[in-house]
């Protein structure tokens, strides 16, 4: 079974304070993303990773950053948290071969007050 | 960028019922589409997928087909079932990314 697990399922953090989301899956998978859920919005791609120090902006990447360091790791950095950035965060890999699924982690609810 | 997007975006269906939930996607060269489920408080999972190079699939009560002329996809629930109430994303994938829909909220009233 795929595995992957944020670090927290909860956050609160105040505004102007830097914010690290970890996940990290165990399935040797070369693909990994931050998708943020909003009701109404769906899930939209915040950054994606198709290999370690990889990077590639998706389709809201504006006040976040990524790191990818190790295979296995993908952070999301808050450098400046706002209150519009008040949101549940979802990490999901995938094997990085065509035509496959994403696995998804438990998620991980951020409020910014 | 690319889009996906999905209708409608809530849906009340008896049980037993069908219900339908389509998608249309801007990337021409997407090639795999798969089907998630998010049930309340829970991650997305997948549900059923189909590719390019296939017109329909079916899975027990749940079917995909998919017109890549027209560029789109659909979700099909028979005998629907209070445990099917939940949020469905499709989504299309060009090679390496990811791009969902916004979701549909599906409630079946017993």
């Known amino acids: 079974d795929v595995k992957v697990t944020q670090s927290s399922r909860y956050l609160v953090k105040r505004t102007g304070e830097k914010v690290f989301l970890e996940c990290v899956q165990d399935?040797?998978?070369?693909?990994m993303f931050w998708y943020r859920q909003d009701p109404g919005l769906g899930l939209r791609l915040i950054y994606f990773?198709?290999?370690?120090?990889?990077?590639e902006k998706g389709d809201i990447p504006e006040g976040y950053s990524v790191s990818r360091e190790k295979k296995e790791r993908f952070s999301l950095i808050l450098e400046s948290a706002s209150t519009n950035q008040t949101s549940m965060y979802l990490c999901?890999?995938?094997?990085?071969?065509?035509?496959?699924?994403?696995?998804f982690g438990q998620g991980t609810r951020l409020t910014v007050v | 960028g690319e889009n996906v997007e999905q209708h409608p975006s809530t849906l009340s269906v008896q049980e037993g019922d069908s219900a339908v939930i389509k998608c249309t996607y801007s990337?021409?060269?997407?090639?795999?589409f798969p089907w998630y489920k998010q049930e309340l408080g829970k991650r997305p999972q997948l549900i059923i997928d189909?590719?390019?190079?296939?017109g329909e699939k079916k899975d027990q009560r749940i079917a995909v087909t998919l017109n890549k002329t027209a560029k789109h996809f659909s979700l099909h629930i028979t005998e629907t079932q209070p445990e099917d109430s939940a949020v469905y994303f499709c989504?299309?994938?060009?090679?390496?990314?990811?791009?969902f829909g916004p979701g549909t909220s599906l409630s079946v009233i017993p």
């Open positions: 999901a890999s995938s094997p990085g071969i065509t035509d496959t699924e994403a696995f």
């Open positions: 399935m040797d998978h070369e693909n």
């Open positions: 990773s198709y290999d370690v120090k990889m990077k």
């Open positions: 990337d021409s060269a997407s090639n795999y």
């Open positions: 189909i590719r390019s190079n296939v």
């Open positions: 989504a299309a994938i060009d090679y390496d990314k990811v791009i």
